[in-house]
C-alpha cells in the first residue's frame, strides 16, 4: 500500500518545485505544473520563450492555462489517505504526536482505596490502583492470583472501553484501534492481535520505515555531494575553457597587430624614399635659383654700360653663362604597392568577417553548454586525420617561432571527394537504409523489410533491449558512417509531426534529452504542427517549408556537414549542419502523428 502511495504521490509531483500539485494546469504538450510554479517560471518571458520547462517545446504565444481538475481531485484523494495513514502524516500532524502529554509519572499515582499513599500496583482486572498496604489482598488472597498486575498507571480511563467499560487488551489491524473483548466480538473479521503482539509488529513496520527513511537520507546525501562535484567541475571546465580562449584571442590580436605594423613598416619605407626625392628636387631647384640670381644681376650690369666696345665684349662673356630652364622630375608612390597592402588587409578583414558569421551561424562550433570532456587522444586512420577536439590546447612554441597557419588542415591520405552539385551526381552516392529494429520504439510499426515505418496506438511486442527508444518514437537505422560522401532519400506521406536526420549511437534512449536536435550527437529537420525547424543541441532554426513530399540528405563525414534537400519540381537544399564528426553517424528517423508514414529508399536502388 505504501509502496502504491509513494508512486501516485510521484505522479503527481510538480517537478518545479516538487511537491504535491497546487491548482494543476496542463500545456499542450501534456505536461503539469502548478499554476503558480509555471507563472513564475516565465515571469518576464516574451514571444517565444514561452516553452515546457519539462521537454523544452516553444510555444509561439503565451499558452491559456486551465486548471485540471482530474489531478485536483486526485491530489486532495491522496491527501486524505496520507492525513489517516500514520506513515504519511503531514508534518504538523506529526509535531502535535511528538508533544502528545506523556502519562503522568509515577509518584502522580494514588491509591484509588485511601487516595493518600502513592499507588504501588495498577490491577488492570479490577481496574484500581493500590499502594502496599491495600495490595495485601491481591497479594495473599486466592480469589485475587489471575488478577493482572502492572506498574501504577494513572491513564486508566484511557485504557477502558468507553462502550463495555473493559479494559482495550487487543489491537484491529484493519480499522487502526484499540478494543475490548466485547469489541473483539464485532471484528472477527478483521485481524485482531493482542496489544503486545501487535506492538511488535508495528515496531518491525517502523523499523522499515526507518531503514528506509535512513536510505533516503544517504542517497539524497550523496546526490547533493554528486550535483555539488558537478557544478565544481563544470566551473572549472569553464575557467579553463575562458582561459583558452583569452589565450587564442590574444594570439589572434598579435597576428593582426604584427601584420599591421608590418604593412605600416612598409608604407613608411615608400613614404621616405619618396620624401628623400623630393627633398633632393628642392635643393636642385635652389642651386639653379641663385644661378638664375647671379644672371640676373650680370644683365643688369652689362644693360648699365654706355660704352659700345665694352658693352659688346662683356655681352659675349654673359651669353656662354646662359642656364637651362628649370626641371621638375615626376615623384610619387607606388601605387601598385599601396593597393597591394589595402587589398591585403580588407582580405583580412573580411576573413575574419565571414569566419565569425559561419560560428554564429553553426551553434555546434561553439562551446558546449553541459560539458562532456572530449577525450585528448587523437583518431587514428582517415577519420581522424588533421583533426582535433574543439578547445584542444596546442603544443607550446618557442618564442619568436611563427604561428602555425589554422585555417589549413594535415594533409590527408586521400584527397577529398568534390562536393556533388546536382541531384544526378549526388546519386552517384546512394546508400540504401533499413531500420535497426533493436532500436525502434514500440509505437512504431516496421515493414517491407524495414524500410517502411508508420505509427500504431498499439505498443508493438518487441523484445526489451538496451539500445531500443522509450521516451520518444524514434529509431536508428542499422549503417553508421565514418568517412566518405553518403546520400539516401525519404518519402513522407501525412501527419503534421515527423523529423528525419543523423545521430551518434551513443545518444540517450530515454527522457527528453533522448530526442533528435535536443542534444550534442544529433541534427535534424522535423515538421512540427506543419511548420519545418532545424535541431541541434536544443537549439532551432525555422525554416521555409517546401511543397514536396521527397526529401533528400548527404553526410560528408570528411568535410563535416550533413545537408538536406528538397526534391520535387526543383532540387534545392533546405538547411545544412557543420560538424567535426568524432563518432560513427547513423540516419535516423522520429515520429509521432498516427497517420505519419515514411519510405526508406526513395531512389529504388537495384540491388
Not at 623630393?278 to 644681376?297: A, D, G, I
Not at 644683365?299 to 630652364?325: G, I, N, Y
Not at 553508421?480 to 513522407?492: D, M, P, T
Request: charge should be neutral; proline fraction near 6%.
Amino acid at each position: 500500500m505504501a509502496t502504491a502511495l509513494d508512486e501516485m504521490a510521484e505522479e503527481l509531483t510538480c517537478s518545479i518545485c516538487l511537491s504535491l500539485f497546487t491548482s494543476p494546469v496542463t500545456l499542450p504538450c501534456a505536461h503539469n505544473f502548478c499554476h503558480q510554479c509555471l507563472d513564475l517560471t516565465w515571469k518576464g518571458a516574451e514571444g517565444s520563450s514561452y516553452s515546457c520547462p519539462q521537454c523544452r517545446d516553444v510555444f509561439s504565444s503565451k499558452p491559456e492555462l486551465k486548471k485540471n481538475t482530474v489531478l485536483t481531485n486526485l491530489v486532495s484523494q491522496l491527501r486524505t489517505v496520507q492525513m489517516e495513514d500514520p506513515d504519511n502524516l503531514p508534518e504538523e500532524e506529526e509535531e502535535e504526536l511528538e508533544h502528545e502529554p506523556e502519562t503522568p509519572d509515577k509518584g502522580t499515582v494514588l491509591c484509588d482505596s485511601c487516595r493518600k499513599m502513592a499507588a504501588s500496583k495498577t490491577c488492570l482486572t479490577c481496574m484500581a490502583s493500590f499502594c502496599q498496604e491495600h495490595l495485601m489482598p491481591h497479594l495473599q488472597s486466592p480469589a485475587f492470583l489471575d488478577h493482572l498486575l502492572s506498574q501504577p498507571l494513572g491513564d486508566l480511563k484511557d485504557r477502558k472501553c468507553v462502550e463495555h467499560n473493559k479494559l482495550m487488551d487487543h489491537f484491529c489491524w484493519d480499522h487502526g484501534q484499540c478494543v475490548c473483548c466485547y469489541c473483539a466480538l464485532s471484528h472477527k473479521a478483521c485481524k485482531t492481535y493482542p496489544l503486545q503482539e501487535a506492538k511488535q509488529q508495528k515496531e518491525l513496520h517502523y523499523m522499515n520505515v526507518l531503514k528506509s527513511m535512513n536510505q533516503k537520507i544517504e542517497k539524497a546525501t550523496r546526490t547533493a555531494e554528486e550535483v555539488q562535484n558537478e557544478q565544481r567541475q563544470l566551473l572549472e571546465i569553464t575557467r579553463k575553457k575562458k582561459q583558452q580562449l583569452e589565450d587564442e584571442y590574444e594570439e589572434i590580436k598579435g597576428l593582426i597587430d604584427e601584420e599591421r605594423r608590418r604593412s605600416m613598416a612598409k608604407i613608411e619605407e615608400e613614404e621616405q624614399k619618396v620624401t628623400n626625392k623630393f627633398n633632393f628636387t628642392q635643393s636642385v631647384l635652389t642651386k639653379k635659383r641663385q644661378e638664375y640670381e647671379r644672371m640676373r644681376s650680370r644683365v643688369q650690369s652689362l644693360l648699365q654700360e654706355q660704352d659700345d666696345l665694352r658693352f659688346l665684349k662683356k655681352a659675349e662673356r654673359v651669353k656662354d653663362l646662359t642656364s637651362k630652364q628649370p626641371f621638375k622630375p615626376k615623384t610619387e608612390f607606388d601605387d601598385k604597392l599601396l593597393q597591394n597592402i589595402y587589398r591585403n588587409a580588407v582580405c583580412l578583414k573580411d576573413l575574419v568577417k565571414s569566419q565569425i558569421g559561419q560560428m554564429v551561424e553553426t551553434p555546434e562550433w561553439h562551446s558546449p553548454h553541459k560539458e562532456k570532456v572530449p577525450s585528448a587522444e587523437p583518431r587514428t586512420g582517415a577519420e581522424g586525420a588533421g583533426k582535433r577536439s574543439d578547445f584542444t590546447p596546442l603544443p607550446p612554441r618557442v618564442k619568436g617561432e611563427k604561428p602555425p597557419i589554422k585555417n589549413k588542415a594535415s594533409p590527408r591520405p586521400k584527397p577529398a571527394a568534390p562536393i556533388p552539385e546536382s541531384r544526378e551526381q549526388l546519386l552517384n552516392y546512394a546508400k540504401r537504409l533499413s531500420a535497426d529494429p533493436s532500436t525502434v520504439h514500440k509505437k512504431i510499426v516496421l515493414s517491407d523489410s524495414f524500410t517502411k515505418l508508420s505509427i500504431s496506438d498499439t505498443p508493438q511486442p518487441y523484445p526489451e533491449c538496451a539500445q531500443r527508444f522509450f521516451s520518444c518514437s524514434q529509431l536508428l537505422c542499422s549503417q553508421g558512417f565514418s568517412q566518405g560522401l553518403h546520400y539516401w532519400e525519404v518519402i513522407k506521406e501525412g501527419g503534421h509531426f515527423s523529423g528525419l536526420g543523423v545521430a551518434y549511437n551513443t545518444i540517450a534512449r530515454n527522457g527528453p534529452e533522448s530526442r533528435l536536435g535536443r542534444n550534442k550527437v544529433s541534427w535534424c529537420i522535423e515538421w512540427c504542427n506543419g511548420k519545418l525547424q532545424a535541431w541541434h543541441d536544443d537549439k532551432q532554426t525555422d525554416l521555409t517549408t517546401p511543397n514536396t513530399s521527397k526529401y533528400g540528405v548527404l553526410l560528408n563525414c570528411d568535410q563535416g556537414f550533413v545537408s538536406f534537400y528538397c526534391i520535387g519540381k526543383k532540387f534545392s537544399e533546405i538547411y545544412k549542419f557543420r560538424a567535426r564528426f568524432t563518432e560513427p553517424v547513423y540516419p535516423a528517423f522520429w515520429m509521432f502523428s498516427s497517420k505519419t508514414v515514411l519510405s526508406l529508399n526513395a531512389f529504388h536502388l537495384e540491388p
